[in-house]
């Protein structure tokens, strides 16, 4: 019964450098999204999608990507790593209904 | 746009006593969703309760319940008899309806609760 599964736990990068965040999820879930949480803040909307093939931003996008080519993955990738993209990561996947069911978070370090 | 505000940064309460934690909303749509999720020191997100717009009773699950204020527009979480284990961050947050919003949720700053023994 996983659920929602990311990867890695932890990350640190270097200015500069590049990373993909993975996220697949085993509950046949259409729709799927990539929040971040800075220090003591709500979640923010990065990107979501609404099916395989299919994607579109959220509220904080800029220097990220996505990608959704089946069901089950939503890999976030982040190019050119800067010291504003130190947050924890999550995704998450829901299906027509109520709730949002999050993965355990990605905490990464830019420095 | 919707727009979520919980004005309590840090709450404190007793054990075994109850606590109500602040949630307003505004948004210009007559169909949404109201949720709450938990998020302890570990810092998964853990859902505990959702209310729809036109849900005429309030939603209960075991110790929690939302005290749903439509006029008000406010959404508040109740927890009864407070557990040590209850010591988290909460996050109220909305949808729109679920054929524009595709679920996406907006999120408030979230309320630090702390449970003394």
């Known amino acids: 019964n996983a659920g929602v599964t990311q990867t890695p736990k932890f990350r640190i990068l270097k200015i500069g450098q590049s990373m993909t965040l993975q996220c697949t999820q085993d509950?046949?879930?259409?729709?799927m999204y990539w929040y971040r949480q800075d220090p003591g803040m709500g979640l923010k909307l990065i990107y979501y999608?609404?099916?395989?093939?299919?994607?579109d931003k959220g509220e904080v996008p800029n220097g990220y990507n996505v990608s959704r080519s089946t069901t089950e993955d939503f890999p976030l990738r982040l190019e050119l790593a800067a010291p504003s993209q130190t947050s924890v990561y999550f995704c998450?996947?829901?299906?027509?209904?109520?709730?949002?069911?999050f993965g355990n978070g990605t905490r990464l370090t830019v420095t | 746009a919707q727009k979520i505000t919980q004005t309590q940064p840090g709450m404190f309460v007793q054990e075994k006593e109850a606590v109500t934690l602040d949630c307003t909303y505004d948004?210009?749509?007559?169909?949404?969703?109201l949720f709450w999720y938990k998020q302890p020191s570990s810092g998964e997100m853990i859902f505990l309760i959702y209310?729809?717009?036109?849900?005429?009773q309030n939603a209960t699950e075991g110790r929690y319940s939302l005290n749903f204020q439509k006029a008000r527009k406010s959404a508040n979480l109740v927890i009864s008899a407070s557990q040590l284990g209850d010591s988290a961050m909460y996050f109220c947050?909305?949808?729109?309806?679920?054929?524009?919003?595709?679920?996406?949720?907006?999120f408030g700053q979230g309320t630090i609760l702390t449970v003394h023994p």
């Open positions: 998450a996947s829901s299906g027509q209904g109520p709730p949002l069911h």
């Open positions: 509950m046949n879930h259409n729709y």
């Open positions: 999608s609404v099916g395989a093939g299919i994607t």
């Open positions: 948004t210009s749509d007559p169909s949404y969703g």
């Open positions: 209310q729809g717009s036109y849900d005429q």
């Open positions: 947050a909305m949808r729109g309806p679920f054929s524009t919003s595709y679920g996406k949720l907006t």
